[in-house]
């Protein structure tokens, strides 16, 4: 195992590797994994993943990046310009978070529609800001609408937006053209990556490099690890960790994320998006929990507990199925793109696919062109929270917040899962994730939380077209002030009504229930909810 590299497991994840590592061995799995061979899952998945592997040579082939970007970032800052903003989605921005997070510099993150939150952003130094745009085609609407918001402040403030938008893209893509022609410093990424395992590429390293992370680092820790990850060899850290992902019998599908000291900082938000985007499909697939420092409760049987430790922790785990897994931040990313690469052969999905995304994206310009964000009528309106459900009915007699989310837990299987999906301000709104903690422990079933729409593009795939064992609880709210799109007809909370209303109608037609509870006015809904929460948990 390399020296970098921390993966040990016991009990069910112990067995697990024992079970599939000497057959993945036998197979050559790695090596033809590293070599790009789109064979390894099926004639199915032949021709999406003959296009999606080029991420095993990243760190070699992303190298001529660091000079070009350390040399921008140079250029901006003798500018004074050193307020960095990345407009992007899913893949475009989870990696970058967790990047300059875990290197201690700062980047704004603008990952929604959300008007309040799109505003504050835009309000926030504009004199010293550069904003990276960050599409691989630039069809991702939010990504568009934030570019757009931003060339018109810019204007405004008589700023010249080519000289501070910085775009990251596929070549040839429609934003490419568009970008070059409007003058803006344009990065391409490699084509044969896809968005979740895009850490490696411009998508990741552009925004990171010039918020002033060591991107240099980075690359070098992933070329440390990779001899290691593509040996044909019992001691392969991702053969072990994929064989403990997707290889446990039976399937102990919920992988709970923990930190446990990892130096990484949200490590865990960017795993999740790829595992839940890379597996949850075809009725299958694992789902990422999200836990912070500790788990709610004893483990669960379909419970995988995966600790995300220090390099340098020798500690042994202990449990039913726990995997201790470390290594650099650079190192621990190639590992879990290829570990997951892995687990996707041994449940039998195609990893690189994404095929219930685009039908909520459908669902929700159906809900927009009609010029409706909402797929159902409100049941009742308790104070400052209308109540609405969709899919199969479980509100029965209920007439408040409290009562209707009594009846939502009351639909969750003994193998399922909350989750709680928050269409508001994550930041300003933030400390909402908190009410996972009791919901968890009144469930006694595992609860993820995701801010909207910045999940659509994570466990929004999963949600769809995993296990149907989920059931949902989605809190939407009227924005402060809305925001107008330059050059479009519809603004940002028209679009951000329409993505929740989508989201509700797909999950409707999978035969999901889904509870949404939308805040007619937001300070007070929201503490109308949360006291809800507290008065059914008991907390």
């Known amino acids: 195992m390399s020296a970098d590299l921390t993966v040990t497991a016991v009990g069910g994840a112990a067995d697990a590797i024992t079970a599939h590592v000497p057959q993945l061995v036998a197979d050559g799995f790695a090596g033809k994994l590293f070599a790009q061979d789109a064979t390894l899952w099926g004639p199915d998945a032949e021709s999406e993943a003959s296009k999606r592997l080029s991420w095993v040579g990243l760190a070699s082939s992303s190298r001529p990046l660091v000079g070009e970007i350390a040399a921008l970032r140079t250029k901006f800052t003798d500018k004074g310009l050193d307020h960095v903003v990345l407009c992007g989605m899913g893949g475009s921005s989870l990696a970058p978070e967790v990047i300059c997070e875990s290197d201690h510099v700062s980047l704004t993150v603008l990952d929604s529609s959300q008007p309040d939150m799109v505003r504050a952003a835009v309000e926030d130094r504009l004199e010293q800001t550069v904003v990276v745009v960050s599409s691989k085609s630039g069809s991702t609407v939010e990504t568009d609408s934030q570019r757009r918001v931003y060339e018109k402040a810019f204007q405004d403030a008589g700023i010249d937006p080519a000289e501070r938008i910085v775009v990251v893209t596929d070549p040839g893509s429609p934003l490419d053209k568009q970008s070059r022609e409007a003058g803006y410093a344009v ?5 044969g990556v896809g968005g979740r395992y895009s850490a490696l590429t411009a998508f990741g390293l552009v925004p990171s490099g010039l918020a002033g992370a060591d991107i240099g680092r980075l690359l070098d820790e992933a070329e440390a690890v990779t001899p290691a990850l593509a040996s044909d060899d019992d001691a392969n850290p991702a053969l072990r960790l994929g064989a403990a992902l997707g290889g446990t019998s039976p399937l102990r599908d919920k992988t709970v994320l923990i930190d446990a000291g990892s130096p990484a900082v949200g490590f865990g938000d960017w795993a999740e998006q790829l595992i839940a985007e890379s597996t949850g499909k075809n009725g299958k697939g694992l789902l990422p929990v999200v836990v ?22 020798e500690a042994q785990p202990s449990g039913d199925a726990v995997v201790n897994v470390g290594g650099s931040l650079g190192g621990a990313m190639l590992l879990w793109e290829a570990a997951v690469a892995v687990a996707g052969r041994l449940i039998g999905i195609n990893p690189f696919d994404q095929p219930d995304v685009e039908s909520a994206k459908a669902a929700a310009r159906d809900l927009l062109g009609a010029g409706t964000g909402s797929a ?4 009742y309106t308790d104070g400052a929270v209308e109540v609405r459900s969709a899919g199969p009915d479980f509100l029965g007699d209920a007439s408040t917040v409290a009562d209707a989310l009594r009846a939502l837990f009351g639909q969750v299987p003994d193998n399922g899962y909350l989750a709680v999906m928050a269409y508001v301000d994550r930041i300003a709104d933030r400390s909402l994730a908190d009410v996972r903690i009791p919901l968890a422990r009144k469930l006694a079933r595992p609860v993820t939380f995701g801010f909207g729409p910045r999940f659509l593009h994570s466990t929004g795939q999963y949600h769809k077209g995993g296990p149907a064992d989920g059931v949902f609880l989605q809190i939407t709210t009227v924005p402060t002030e809305d925001l107008p799109i330059p050059g479009r007809d519809f603004t940002l909370g028209n679009f951000i009504d329409s993505q929740s209303g989508g989201d509700a109608k797909v999950l409707a037609e999978h035969g999901r229930p889904v509870l949404q509870l939308h805040l007619t006015d937001h300070e007070a809904g929201l503490a109308q909810v949360q006291h809800a929460i507290a008065e059914v948990t008991g907390s």
Request: no cysteine.
């Open 187 to 191: 990065f391409n990424a490699d084509p």
């Open 376 to 379: 159902d009528a409100a049941a």
């Open 292 to 313: 912070g420092d500790s788990p709610v409760g004893d483990q669960l049987g379909d419970e995988l507990y995966v600790r995300l430790v220090a390099a340098d922790d």
